[in-house]
């Protein structure tokens, strides 16, 4: 907007007040250098406040004094700049501009109107050069008092560059502004339009208002672009003066100035992106805009507008914008636009970079509204080509667009993969990084081969920084997409071999885990493996996974059972030297180091001639430097020494390993673009810790798919002697008890762990009434409601079980199910007998997290013994108080 300050100057011969007629501008030639603190913006504002300040404009071009003036007349800014453009080193033109200002202030002091304007342009060329000039403020205020064209023109000027909200000055502007809003020449409206939508605040804004509206309306086509401009400020600073200009946007796409055209859909663009109330109203202009883009791409060669061939680029982008505004989660809006953005699509030239702004601000409006299939085709093949652009920013931008596409329109995208897959090569970090993150994003079952043969090539070849990243989207496409774990496990060796110092913590354990669970390829893993760090142990997370699996696997190693290949002959102490080896290593960390000695005390129960070396290399360690490794030896040597006898059980091969969570995001891409939450497998326990007849009765009571089995109750520990701790530990498991009547289903740590220490309770729970939840055959069940103080999410239920008959009921188990947006976790009864005649209860607590405020359903499962007859009943629980889940 401050280009518009220079505009008089274009209108030759242009009457502005009785007595001073504009002459056209002349052309300045004096450029400042551009210097480390200046640019060649620099230069034109020089130029235009030489403009302003010619003689006969300012009565600034005599030389001499004025009658009984002690100040000499003031240099002009030619000759300021021209001076500056002496100076040889920086320290002479801070002198030079110390000097000017001391003279500039004297001049400020003296109250010197006649120079004003030719001191206050000089002012604002230094303040662009990085020099304080804010003693100028008040001067430029004056200036805009002044009655002169000139004066107002270099005082709103300096007011734009010297003032803003945060200084209490720039409300003195408000009255001048005001003044010439409502004054009878257009470019002096047009100056106070400019300064107040560059730098007016909020309380500019509520007062001139009014102005602005008023100028929105009229006919003069000068004022209203610079009006609507003005207008946004203002909705910026004040959003709830949007009102007031609604009624004057309904003739301003009528006009066919271009320059009102442009400023208007900006207008209508804040206005829609500020107001939904606004969006909806506007939708109805959709075929306006439709006319008039249609008009721009249609219509012949206008010199006036037309930029390398294309008529008026700028406001097509705009309008674009707009409409995707407008057609936004809107049917027939979208269906309106759809024929046009298609004329612009296949209508444009794409040897320009003009045409190329157009078609990505196309490509955009197309992916935002709700088009055709057809369209969004259209537009995915537009990227494509901007991918075998030559220019870089081109090839970026498509790449940036495509990966916020590949989900909704995955197939559309899948047609570039080779294009996609060329960019990796691309010398430019910025391209190979979308490239990569873009390939990984096509990943899908059907692919899943090539593509990580190329990716496995720029992990390779790419720059460091890159690795990591690499590495772990490697390694997530191969968890999902294996075609067989023999593959999936070369991939993951791959990885490391080539990135091993890059790739992320937790690669080792995971490979360590889908080593384990493919017990068909032990042999053949512990093979590679052992191939693979003989005499290279700079891949510290590959050493390790070999170490562990050589310390499991080495009697297959030594055996030669491998079938997948040419088994190796190895012999037992060419496999201690390689562990060996890697202890002593200096590439060895001591993570790798501790790996190293677990393999080898493994190996003293898989190996039988060479127990005896096993137990030296142990007992070296035992004095070693570092610490972690010193305790292993230890305790390994006690092992040796005083529990030889529990050695072997110790030792034995690991279990198949369950993971807990998967190794990225919960939801899982689909090869067609969609998300699915995953799900994860539950297993039963051993059949030695739960009857198969009891895990059936549980799945019988989760009935259907919606509801998730929860860790159910056992009952109360007894007395324990020595390792009762860790019989605690375990979770309640007591040997000498019935078995537990619920699978130990695996799930991640429970959030409602720990409250237990801290006061949990808030003073709303007072208000839960309690609920009778079971009532039958004499058992009777009451809840009791709480709320937590420190989740409010979290509600605990604290059941009471009654016994209304003449018998004990023994052996109770309480078992309880909810739907999968609930946790739940069953504490521990207080007993497992309910006393006969309502003489005692069995209490037990429940915590419940809802963190999507549902409304609370819960299946219960009920068995005890009576009367010498086991008893079970199912019941399910829907009237739970709302206070105990809203």
Not at 392 to 414: E, G, W
Request: aromatic letters at 6%; charged letters at 20%.
């Amino acid at each position: 907007m401050q280009q518009a300050i220079a505009a008089p100057c274009s209108e030759r011969g242009q009457s502005v007040s009785p007595g001073l007629q504009i002459p056209p501008p002349a052309v300045s030639v004096l450029r400042p250098r551009r210097r480390h603190f200046g640019c060649q913006a620099l230069a034109t504002a020089a130029a235009t406040f030489a403009v302003g300040i010619r003689p006969g404009e300012c009565r600034a071009g005599r030389e001499e004094a004025l009658p009984g003036r002690r100040m000499p007349a003031p240099i002009r800014l030619r000759e300021l700049i021209r001076t500056i453009r002496t100076a040889r080193t920086q320290a002479e033109e801070r002198e030079m501009i110390q000097k000017e200002c001391a003279a500039i202030r004297s001049s400020f002091r003296e109250e010197d109107n006649t120079y004003r304007c030719r001191n206050v342009a000089k002012l604002l060329y230094m303040h662009m050069l990085g020099y304080p000039a804010h003693f100028g403020q008040l001067e430029c205020l004056k200036l805009i008092a002044s009655q002169k064209f000139t004066d107002k023109r270099i005082g709103y000027l300096g007011a734009m560059l010297l003032l803003d909200e945060r200084q209490d000055v720039h409300l003195l502007m408000t009255n001048c502004i005001k003044n010439d809003l409502n004054h009878s020449t257009q470019y002096v409206q047009g100056l106070a339009l400019c300064t107040l939508g560059c730098m007016g605040s909020s309380e500019m804004c509520r007062d001139l208002a009014g102005e602005v509206e008023k100028l929105l309306k009229t006919s003069n086509s000068y004022l209203r672009k610079k009006a609507a401009l003005c207008a946004v400020h203002v909705i910026r600073k004040v959003p709830e003066l949007m009102e007031m200009f609604l009624p004057a946007t309904k003739n301003l796409l009528n006009e066919k100035n271009h320059g009102v055209l442009h400023t208007s859909v900006v207008l209508l663009t804040e206005m829609c992106e500020r107001s939904p109330d606004m969006l909806a109203h506007f939708r109805k202009l959709v075929p306006q805009l439709v006319r008039i883009l249609k008009n721009l791409i249609m219509s012949g060669y206008s010199p006036e507008h037309d930029v390398s061939g294309i008529s008026d680029p700028f406001l097509q982008v705009r309008i674009l914008r707009l409409l995707r505004i407008l057609g936004r989660n809107d049917d027939d809006s979208s269906e309106a636009m759809n024929d046009i953005l298609a004329q612009v699509a296949t209508n444009t030239e794409t040897s320009k970079n003009v045409g190329n702004a157009i078609l990505y601000e196309t490509v955009l409006t197309i992916m935002d509204i709700k088009s055709e299939s057809g369209l969004r085709v259209l537009a995915i093949n537009i990227l494509g080509r901007f991918l075998l652009n030559n220019d870089k920013n081109i090839r970026y931008v498509a790449l940036t667009s495509l990966l916020k596409t590949v989900q909704t329109d995955h197939n559309a995208v899948q047609r570039h993969r080779s294009t996609i897959v060329d960019c990796l090569k691309d010398l430019d970090v910025s391209i190979k990084r979308r490239a990569m993150e873009l390939s990984f994003a096509l990943v899908n079952g059907n692919n899943i081969r090539g593509m990580m043969k190329e990716l496995l090539y720029f992990l390779d070849s790419c720059e460091p920084e890159f690795k990591a990243d690499c590495a772990s989207g490697i390694f997530l496409a191969a968890e999902k997409y294996a075609p067989s774990k023999r593959w999936h496990i070369d991939t993951i060796m791959r990885v490391l071999t080539t990135a091993g110092s890059y790739v992320r913590d937790d690669a080792v354990p995971n490979l360590i885990q889908l080593i384990t669970n493919s017990m068909e390829m032990h042999a053949y893993t512990v093979q590679r493996l052992y191939k693979a760090i003989m005499g290279d142990y700079s891949q510290q997370p590959m050493v390790q996974v070999a170490s562990w699996c050589i310390g499991e696997y080495g009697d297959l190693l030594v055996s030669g059972q491998c079938e997948e290949e040419e088994p190796i002959q190895v012999t037992e102490d060419e496999v201690l030297d390689v562990l060996e080896s890697v202890l002593v290593s200096n590439m060895s960390v001591s993570v790798t180091r501790g790996y190293a000695l677990t393999a080898i005390m493994k190996l003293s129960t898989r190996f039988t001639c060479t127990v005896n070396r096993i137990k030296k290399v142990v007992s070296i360690y035992g004095s070693s430097i570092d610490v972690e490794l010193q305790q292993r030896a230890v305790e390994y040597n006690a092992l040796f020494k005083k529990y030889d006898h529990m050695r072997s059980a110790l030792l034995e091969r690991m279990p198949v390993m369950e993971k807990l969570t998967t190794n990225g995001p919960t939801d899982v891409t689909q090869p067609n673009g969609e998300a699915e939450p995953t799900v994860l497998e539950t297993k039963p326990p051993p059949s030695g810790l739960q009857p198969t007849s009891q895990a059936n009765d549980l799945l019988d009571l989760l009935g259907g798919n919606d509801i998730t089995p929860i860790i159910s109750t056992a009952p109360p520990n007894k007395p324990a002697s020595a390792g009762g701790e860790l019989l605690d530990l375990l979770g309640d498991l007591n040997p000498t008890g019935p078995p537990a009547p619920a699978p130990q289903i695996s799930q991640p740590p429970f959030l409602l762990d720990g409250l237990s220490s801290q006061p949990i309770f808030n003073d709303i729970t007072a208000g839960i009434p309690p609920i009778t939840a079971y009532n039958k055959n004499g058992l009777k069940i009451d809840f009791a409601f709480e709320r937590s103080n420190t989740n409010p999410s979290v509600t605990v239920i604290t059941i009471q079980a009654s016994n209304s008959t003449e018998l004990d009921m023994t052996d109770f188990v309480f078992q309880a199910a909810v739907p999968k947006t609930f946790q739940l976790q069953l504490l521990s009864p207080s007993s497992s007998v309910i006393p006969a005649f309502n003489t005692g209860t069995i209490t037990q607590v429940i915590k419940v997290l809802n963190p999507q405020k549902q409304q609370l359903r819960m299946r219960i499962k009920l068995t005890y013994n009576h009367k010498g007859s086991a008893m079970q009943d199912l019941a399910e629980v829907n009237n739970f108080p709302t206070q105990s889940w809203q």
